[in-house]
């Protein structure tokens, strides 16, 4: 089971950054491609961005293109998401989550296998 820590969450104003960070002690980390998921209640979780195992390859949901990076780094066993021009519609729980099956980045929520516990992002207007 791979364990999965998200920190960096936070309250900041409209048009503020903040960075997200996910690590896990997992030793084939590089293995996996990896993504940021969020969800606000009542609501399907929504995709982010997503990174390749390399680091090479990045996807982004239309919604933070432009506003939001998502990066790795496997010798620390890290992905992040630096998410800057926040909006008040940014406000969500947010995930990262680690997909060891598919080659390609994926962008659904049931085609990853583990995720984290989740960090809470406020954007205030």
């Known amino acids: 089971q791979v364990q999965l820590v998200e920190s960096g969450g936070g309250l900041v104003q409209a048009g503020g950054s903040l960075r997200l960070s996910c690590a896990t002690s997992e030793r084939t980390f590089s293995t996996y491609n990896l993504g940021w998921f969020r969800q606000v209640p009542g609501k399907q979780r929504e995709f982010v961005a997503a990174?390749?195992?390399?680091?090479?390859?990045?996807s982004y949901s239309d919604s933070v293109k432009g506003r939001f990076t998502i990066s790795r780094d496997n010798a620390k066993n890290t992905v992040y998401l630096q998410m800057n021009s926040l909006k008040p519609e940014d406000t969500a729980v947010y995930y990262c989550a680690a997909d060891k099956r598919f080659t390609r980045l994926v962008v659904n929520a049931g085609e990853y296998d583990y995720w984290g516990q989740g960090t809470q992002v406020t954007v205030s207007s």
């Open positions: 990174v390749s195992r390399t680091g090479s390859s990045t």
